[in-house]
């Protein structure tokens, strides 16, 4: 019974040391998240496809849907980014987002009909 017993220690200490290796090849390579920017264009319908994302006055993307979902992520740096769009059909109002501790800072860009035109802006 005993004998048993430590077999399936010896089975679980195995499987632990393995997926530890596995995790610790994971994050050497590459695959631990950086910070991102994430923006969320579906309430501007068509409006905002092929928009110039524009962070820190670096062009950085383009709004176009991947996989059909109108969602796109940039990745940036910790700390404080400006957040515009540029190309649309309307003037954009720019942002400020603070992207750390959290890694992914969500801006939804909704518009806004005026007399002089659409604005889109970030909620």
């Known amino acids: 019974m ?11 200490a195995a499987l632990a040391v393995v997926f530890v290796i596995l995790f610790a090849l994971w994050v050497l ?9 994430q923006i969320d264009y579906a309430w501007t319908g068509d409006l905002m ?23 796109r992520g940039f990745e940036v740096e910790k700390g404080t980014h400006v957040v515009t769009l ?3 059909t309307g003037e954009t109002r720019p942002e400020t987002v603070v992207v750390g501790p959290a890694r992914t800072a ?5 518009f806004e009909e005026r007399y002089t035109g659409c604005v889109v802006f970030f909620r």
Do not use: H, N
């Open 49 to 71: 496809v092929g928009a110039d994302v524009v962070i820190d006055d670096v062009v950085v993307g383009k709004l176009e849907p991947v996989g059909g979902r109108p969602v």
């Open 86 to 88: 540029r190309g649309g």
């Open 2 to 12: 005993a004998i048993d017993f430590l077999r399936g220690l010896r089975w679980y």
């Open 106 to 110: 969500v801006l939804m860009a909704d």
């Open 29 to 37: 390579m590459g695959g631990a998240p950086g910070y991102v920017v």
